[in-house]
C-alpha cells in the first residue's frame, strides 16, 4: 500500500512540475512565456528529481513513477504483473491530479491564450506522422531505461544514498537536449495520458482537439522502448 501511496504521490509533484514548466513557458500573460527548449529540458529533468524523493519518501523504495520504468521492471523481476497493473494505474491518477492543480495555478491564464493548448499537458510528434513519434517515443525510452539500469549497476555502485535521483534527473535533462524535440519525449504513459485525460474533463476555455488518435502512441512506444532495454541490459549481464 505505501508503495501505490508513493507512486502516487511522486508522480503527482512530477506532474505539477513537468506540466507546470510547460505552462509557465506557454501560457498568455505569463512571465516566463517563451523562454525555450532548454528551461523545458531542465524543468521536467528537476521534475524527475522532485516526484522520485516525494515518491521514496512516501514508502516506494522504486520510484518509478513511470508505467514504462515500471514494466521493465516487471520484466526483470521486481514486480508481479498484477503489481504493474495496480502501480501503472496510481501513476496514471497521479498524473492526472497533477494536472489539474497546474490548471489551478494557471487559471487566469488559460482565457487569454488563443489556440489549442494540449500541448500544455500531452505530448505529439513535431512532423504530424505516427511512425515519427513510435519512432522517437521508443528510442528516448529505450536509452533512458538503459541508462538507468547502467547508471545502478554494480560497476557503478554502490551510489550515496539520494544521489541517485541526481543522476536520473540528468539524464532526463540530456534525453531532452539531445533527441525529445522530436516527439516532447513523453516516454511515460501516466505523463501522457494522465494529463491528457486532465485536459479532456477540465473547463479550460477554446482548447480545442485532444488528438486522442495519437494518444496510443506514448503509451505503447514507451513501454516497447524499455522492454527492449530491459532485455538488451539482461542479454548484456549488467541487468
Known sequence: MDNLLGEFMGTMVLMVFGVGVNANLNLAKSYARGAGW????????????????????????????NPSVTIAKMYLGTYT????????????????????????????????????????????????????????????????????????????GPLPAGFGPYCVALLIVAIGLSLGGCSGYAMNMARDLGPRIAFAILPIPNKGSGNWGYAWVPCIAPMAGALVAAVVARALGVA
Open 38 to 65: 532548454i528551461c523545458t529540458a531542465w524543468g521536467w529533468g528537476l521534475a524527475v528529481l522532485l516526484g522520485v524523493y516525494t515518491s521514496v519518501a512516501l514508502g516506494a523504495p522504486q520510484a518509478d513513477i
Open 81 to 156: 504483473p498484477a503489481q504493474f497493473v495496480a502501480t501503472m494505474l496510481v501513476q496514471t491518477a497521479g498524473g492526472i491530479v497533477g494536472s489539474i492543480i497546474v490548471y489551478l495555478c494557471f487559471l487566469g491564464h488559460w482565457a487569454e491564450t488563443e489556440g489549442g493548448k494540449v500541448g500544455i499537458f500531452a505530448t505529439g510528434t513535431a512532423t504530424g506522422g505516427i511512425f515519427n513519434g513510435f519512432l522517437s517515443e521508443f528510442i528516448c525510452t529505450f536509452f533512458l531505461m538503459f541508462c538507468i539500469l547502467m547508471i545502478f549497476s554494480a560497476p557503478n
